[in-house]
């Protein structure tokens, strides 16, 4: 059975730039969830999926920042414009319940911004 | 508000040394707890979870850790290093709310390196 899918693995940008992040869940979690680390702090949640509506976003830093998970499967981050202080790893997790007990994550995308 | 604290950043035992890396956490209802690890250049991997039940938790690689409500604390042991355990360890606590379970507080994590 296939894992979380990330991708891109790393990317480098401009300030100013956009990217956009790719996460492919395990076949059949309802639930997906955004986390980042930016350079020297913790991992933050960012927001919580069940299928394609949105449950938590209460993480989301700033309107930079829009998630989106159509048809309920695959979900995408994307930036616009990216900032310095955007740097850091994008980690994504799919779980099958909202309960906690199984959280699978991905192996995160590294961005920087230069 | 819930909170995790790791103690130490950096944590430096020899090889076949005790490894403790320390956990603390806040939490106004009975908490998952979790461990996980990042090894250089790789993503999360769960070590082990506490969520009801035993105490005691054994984890993968021979890391276990024990869930003592009393002191809110639930620290990762190991009986003896190995170099390969070197990596950033992570202790997260889960939502406080049923359905919160995914959104995990992490600590800050803790850099373990392993002396020959």
């Known amino acids: 059975e296939a894992g979380v899918t990330q991708f891109p693995s790393h990317s480098v940008i401009e300030k100013g730039q956009t990217v956009t992040l790719r996460c492919d869940p395990i076949s059949g979690h309802d639930n997906l969830y955004w986390y980042r680390r930016v350079m020297g702090k913790e991992i933050k949640f960012l927001l919580h999926?069940?299928?394609?509506?949105?449950?938590?976003e209460s993480g989301m830093p700033n309107n930079r920042f829009l998630a989106e998970r159509t048809g309920g499967t695959y979900s995408t981050l994307k930036v616009q414009p990216a900032e310095l202080e955007d740097s850091g790893v994008y980690f994504c997790?799919?779980?099958?319940?909202?309960?906690?007990?199984?959280?699978?994550f991905g192996e995160g995308s590294w961005l920087t911004v230069v | 508000a819930q909170s995790v604290t790791q103690l130490g950043s950096h944590v430096s035992v020899s090889e076949g040394a005790l490894v403790l890396l320390r956990c603390n956490y806040s939490?106004?209802?009975?908490?998952?707890l979790f461990w996980y690890v990042q090894y250089p250049n790789q993503g999360l991997q769960l070590l082990l979870k506490y969520t009801t039940g035993a105490t005691l938790v054994k984890g993968i690689n021979g890391f276990e850790a024990e869930f003592k409500k009393s002191e809110t604390s639930f620290h990762l042991t190991k009986p003896s290093a190995h170099m390969s355990d070197a990596a950033e360890y992570f202790c997260?606590?889960?939502?406080?709310?049923?359905?919160?379970?995914?959104?995990?507080?992490f600590g800050q994590g803790t850099e373990l390196s392993v002396k020959p």
């Open positions: 999926f069940v299928k394609e509506s949105k449950q938590d």
């Open positions: 997790a799919s779980s099958p319940d909202r309960f906690g007990n199984t959280i699978y």
């Open positions: 939490s106004s209802v009975p908490p998952y």
């Open positions: 997260a606590v889960s939502g406080p709310l049923k359905n919160q379970g995914g959104k995990l507080i």
